[in-house]
């Protein structure tokens, strides 16, 4: 539980400081798609190269993980976004970024620390594996769909869409650090620092920016229209990876326990990131990550206490 608090309790006081700012005109309405744009084209991508690139992929490699979180992920999105083009009448892009919210978990900043704390360092690998597929799966997924439905919204399809994939900072991100992983190389160490320094201010700028466009919005209606997303997170993808884990993907117990774990963290802020870059879904991100957060200091406490007395 001390674990839990450590991690929620900064995100929540970084959300509220964004909130506060806007309220007292500290920062103003402009300062949000500038702040955004910061995370997309520079935090983010420089924690992906250093997240990626640092994690030796031949040593971390299990199949029936990456099978079974990547399954899960796929079922969850695909049921999300249908649900959300049958109740909500969603486009590709709207369902697509209700996808993302359900499927996208604050593995590395709660995960990460949870795991190893619960079930100690071996922990560590599996929540790790958890990241890598994150950063690859659903943010390369997100973005090919988003990228792909807006140059079609605009002509030119095939064109716009190979040069705005072409050219997206992310994607460039993944292709970087998984190659710089495959080859075990090590960056400069005045060039990893950058990148690190970059990357650590993905995360605070996000929650900073998810309060700002929070502020003088109508809370609970906004919690109620990103029920469907936080309910799936929370509940429909650990559900569907422990089955996955017991019956078609067998793991090892510490591994199998991980892997629900992670499914079930509360929506990670780097889903706000894309919503905001796209204009797609953006209250439903902005909701979903304050309420599963909130709900997760209850439902991982029972997750652990299922998992450890098990």
């Known amino acids: 539980m001390e674990t839990l608090l450590t991690a929620v309790v900064p995100a929540f006081a970084?959300?509220?400081?964004?909130?506060?700012?806007?309220r007292l005109n500290i920062l103003g309405p402009a300062i949000f798609p500038i702040l955004n744009n910061f995370v997309y084209y520079l935090a983010m991508p420089a924690l992906m190269i250093v997240s990626l690139a640092g994690v030796p992929a031949g040593e971390i490699i299990n199949w029936n993980f990456i099978a079974a979180f990547s399954v899960g992920i796929a079922v969850t999105w695909l049921s999300v976004g249908l649900a959300g083009r049958f109740l909500f009448g969603d486009g590709l892009a709207g369902s697509a970024m209700r996808g993302v919210i359900a499927s996208y978990g604050n593995n590395g900043y709660l995960g990460i620390p949870l795991a190893a704390t619960a079930f100690g360092g071996a922990a560590v690998v599996p929540a790790s594996l958890s990241v890598l597929i994150n950063s690859v799966f659903i943010m390369t997924g997100a973005v090919l769909i988003?990228?792909?439905?807006?140059a079609r919204a605009s002509g030119g399809a095939l064109v716009n869409s190979a040069r705005a994939l072409a050219t997206n900072p992310l994607l460039w991100a993944v292709v970087i650090g998984l190659a710089l992983s495959a080859a075990g190389a090590q960056m400069p160490v005045s060039i990893e620092r950058l990148l690190g320094l970059l990357g650590q201010a993905a995360a605070p700028c996000a929650l900073v920016a998810i309060g700002l466009f929070l502020a003088g919005r109508p809370v609970a209606k906004l919690a109620a229209s990103a029920a469907l997303s936080s309910v799936a997170k929370l509940a429909l993808f650990p559900l569907i990876v422990w089955l996955l884990t017991q019956y078609i993907f067998p793991l090892e117990p510490l591994w199998a326990v991980v892997a629900v774990l992670m499914a079930g963290m509360p929506v990670g802020a780097n889903a706000f990131v894309i919503a905001g870059h796209y204009g797609v879904r953006l209250a439903d991100a902005s909701a979903a990550i304050v309420v599963?957060?909130?709900?997760?200091?209850?439902?991982l406490s029972l997750m652990l206490i299922l998992m450890i007395d098990g």
């Open 14 to 22: 970084l959300i509220a400081i964004g909130y506060g700012a806007a």
């Open 146 to 150: 988003l990228e792909i439905t807006r």
């Open 292 to 299: 599963t957060t909130a709900i997760s200091l209850v439902s």
